[in-house]
């Protein structure tokens, strides 16, 4: 079974400082793994993924996430908070070779920006 | 520009009624729909998968006869809350997946149960 673990349930920056929201998975096979951003009465909107190669994975508006297996971890970053960002993160895993790929959500890290 | 269409984005209605919530998918075809559910403040519980031409699965400790789902066609999956109560009132988001398609979701539909 596979399994999300995102610390942090709220997480505060000033404008201009790093982003970095943490996630931690568990997995029985190589998962794929991404980010997801929701904003208030919206559906998920990906971010990244990772599935195979690069473990350093770019994604949309400026964040990037690495893929550590040693420390079953997929933590996103960004090097300089906008406004903008405020929203409620999900990190999700999906194990590949599930017949239905199914994805687990973390709880979500709501990331709130300080200006 | 959108991938999933979701409809209503918005519905409040009286408690008794059934509640139909279409899902569609715009820029290619649906192998497989996901029904999820979101309480507030907190994250996605997958309701149900479902593919194409096939009935529907539920996760455990949703009932399947009260969220009835048919994905009648490669583009278009319908979630009915029947006979709908106040704690029925919730965000509902459904996703699609294609092959080779990552999953792409709705924008969502809040459902108010007076």
């Known amino acids: 079974a596979q399994s999300v673990t995102q610390l942090g349930s709220h997480v505060s920056v000033s404008e201009g400082a790093l982003v970095l929201l943490r996630c931690n998975y568990s997995?029985?096979?190589?998962?794929?793994l991404f980010w997801y951003v929701q904003y208030p009465n919206q559906g998920l909107q990906l971010l990244l993924k990772?599935?195979?190669?690069?473990?350093l994975v770019k994604g949309i508006n400026g964040f990037e996430a690495e893929f550590k297996k040693s420390e079953t971890s997929f933590h996103l970053t960004k090097p300089s908070a906008h406004m903008s960002d405020a929203a409620e993160y999900f990190c999700?895993?999906?194990?590949?070779?599930?017949?239905?790929?199914?994805?687990?959500f973390g709880k979500g890290t709501k990331l709130s920006v300080i200006p | 520009g959108a991938v999933v269409s979701q409809h209503p984005s918005w519905v409040i209605c009286k408690s008794g009624t059934s509640v139909k919530i279409e899902c569609r998918s715009l820029d290619f075809q649906a192998t497989t729909m996901f029904w999820y559910r979101q309480f507030p403040k907190q994250s996605l519980m997958l309701m149900a998968t479902?593919?194409?031409?096939?009935?529907?699965?539920?996760e455990q400790g949703v009932e399947k006869d009260k969220f009835l789902i048919n994905h009648a066609s490669l583009t278009l999956s319908t979630l009915t809350v029947t006979s709908a109560h106040p704690e029925d009132s919730s965000f509902y988001i459904c996703?699609?997946?294609?092959?080779?398609?990552?999953?792409?979701f709705g924008d969502g539909t809040r459902l108010s149960i007076l």
């Open positions: 990772y599935t195979t190669g690069a473990t």
């Open positions: 996703s699609v997946r294609g092959v080779s398609q990552p999953q792409h």
């Open positions: 997995s029985s096979v190589p998962p794929y």
């Open positions: 999700a895993v999906s194990e590949k070779g599930a017949g239905s790929y199914q994805l687990t």
């Open positions: 479902s593919n194409e031409g096939s009935k529907a699965t539920y």
